[in-house]
């Protein structure tokens, strides 16, 4: 899978009580290869999730959100996505971050890297990611 900084709402930044959103202006998107998003939580936490819904709207500011999906990724399950419905695309996406249960039993800071992307392979992702939490 291959980051592209402009379709990224998180790169590895911390996870706090909320951490929200940035806004990206997608066009009208590309008939052949549907977007697909895609969240991912690091660190060496032992309890904890996260949830992050993805959002679009016609303008920048977000007058009126609409929610398109919902991730939820925890300690078991770190790497969480899905493909976007062509028709969610309302020219402009955001991702909203709410931790759900506090994050326990690590000395690392987690981190939360969410993107768009055009394929993925979640399976197997961490090793590519090059970060796995602890058991």
Do not use: H
Request: hydrophobic letters at 40%.
């Amino acid at each position: 899978m291959i980051y592209d900084k402009m379709n990224m709402f998180s790169d590895k930044a911390p996870i706090s009580t909320t951490t929200s959103n940035v806004v990206r202006n997608l066009g009208d998107g590309v008939a052949v290869c549907p977007l697909k998003a895609i969240v991912a939580i690091s660190g060496d936490s032992t309890a904890g999730q996260i949830t992050a819904t993805l959002q679009t709207s016609v303008d920048e500011a977000f007058t009126t959100p609409i929610p398109v999906a919902t991730y939820v990724a925890t300690w078991e399950d770190p790497v969480v996505g899905g493909p976007i419905p062509y028709s969610a695309n309302k020219g402009y996406f955001r991702m909203v971050f709410a931790t759900d249960t506090a994050f326990a039993g690590g000395t690392l800071t987690p981190t939360i890297t969410a993107a768009l992307v055009y394929d993925m392979d979640i399976e197997g992702q961490l090793e590519t990611y090059g970060e796995k939490p602890q058991p």
